[in-house]
């Protein structure tokens, strides 16, 4: 606490820099949930308060959360060397966060569950839709922050490389939502998709899992590689290799984790049969947390 004193005495400029960051996310935080409204043409008022759709809330609050996790990857980068330039960057990547995210969550509605409407199955109250939904911004926020950190200035190789890291994200859980899928339904002979407009919530915490660990281990990724302008596609290319490396690393890891943790449950019944929410949660727990020390180590 003395040293950050002693610096913003000896820097005075720092607390104006602090200030115009925190204004402008707050800005930004704080529109998330109107924008979604407009853009869904859904009164959001009408769904938070009078009709109580948790599932609503649940999606608003993955959006929220989201939008802030994007926004500390610009905070925490380099101050520039004016307020303005401060003030224009903070906006230019907070808004390309929010728009990144957004079509994200297309992406995911679209190509890896497009076999509902989402945000019906959300309106409608369905729980588990609401949390995949959250899962998923949550995730692609996760990687649009490396990204953030990764990149340097403000320019337009800047954008391009945050871009091309979303799209490395988006193909990444896109794979693991088929791979996912595909061992759900080659196991119990029912759609996954079907299960979770049934409203299943504990494979959709379970998903949810998967995918936010999937995002990790994409950041992970991003240690091993120094931006350079001059080399983007190189970069992206390494960082896509990585990506895929670390999420089979991911895979293995987190499986082990789960038999030793879960030893002498039968996940699949529990989970998959009866709905077990609280094993679901344990396996989420272990994902985050086996994704979280990839992180630390490849950091």
């Given at each position: 606490m003395n040293d950050l004193m002693t610096t913003i005495l000896n820097h005075s400029d720092i607390l104006g820099y602090l200030v115009i960051d925190m204004a402008v996310s707050i800005v930004l935080i704080g529109g998330v949930r109107y924008t979604m409204g407009i853009m869904s043409n859904i009164n959001t008022n009408d769904e938070l308060a009078k009709k109580d759709n948790?599932?609503?809330?649940?999606?608003?609050?993955?959006?929220?959360?989201?939008?802030?996790?994007?926004?500390?990857?610009?905070?925490?980068?380099?101050?520039?060397?004016?307020?303005?330039?401060?003030?224009?960057?903070?906006?230019?990547?907070?808004?390309?966060?929010?728009?990144?995210?957004?079509?994200?969550r297309y992406i995911h509605d679209e190509l890896a569950l497009p076999q509902f409407k989402k945000l019906d199955q959300i309106i409608n109250r369905n729980m588990a839709v609401g949390v995949v939904d959250a899962a998923c911004v949550v995730s692609t926020a996760i990687v649009v922050r490396a990204a953030i950190m990764w990149v340097h200035g403000l320019t337009l190789d800047t954008f391009i490389a945050l871009f091309s890291a979303w799209i490395v994200s988006q193909f990444m859980l896109v794979l693991i939502t088929k791979i996912f899928a595909?061992?759900?339904?080659?196991?119990?002979?029912?759609?996954?998709?079907?299960?979770?407009?049934?409203?299943?919530?504990?494979?959709?915490?379970?998903?949810?899992?998967?995918?936010?660990?999937?995002?990790?281990?994409?950041?992970?990724?991003?240690?091993?590689?120094?931006?350079?302008?001059?080399?983007?596609?190189?970069?992206?290319?390494?960082?896509?290799?990585?990506?895929?490396?670390?999420?089979?690393?991911?895979?293995?890891?987190?499986?082990?984790?789960?038999?030793?943790?879960?030893?002498?449950?039968?996940?699949?019944?529990?989970?998959?049969d009866q709905h077990n929410i609280g094993v679901a949660l344990i396996e989420f727990a272990i994902s985050f947390s086996i994704a979280l020390l990839l992180m630390a180590l490849m950091n």
């Open positions: 948790f599932a609503y809330g649940i999606s608003v609050a993955g959006a929220i959360c989201a939008m802030g996790i994007a926004l500390s990857g610009v905070i925490t980068g380099e101050a520039a060397g004016s307020y303005k330039i401060e003030l224009i960057g903070m906006f230019s990547y907070g808004i390309s966060a929010m728009i990144l995210i957004k079509a994200g595909w061992k759900y339904n080659i196991n119990n002979g029912v759609n996954f998709q079907t299960v979770l407009e049934q409203g299943q919530l504990a494979l959709a915490i379970r998903y949810s899992g998967y995918l936010i660990s999937t995002a990790m281990s994409v950041t992970a990724a991003s240690y091993f590689i120094i931006f350079n302008s001059f080399k983007l596609w190189h970069c992206i290319i390494l960082w896509t290799t990585m990506s895929l490396l670390l999420m089979l690393c991911l895979t293995l890891l987190t499986s082990l984790a789960k038999f030793i943790v879960l030893w002498g449950i039968n996940r699949k019944v529990e989970v998959e």
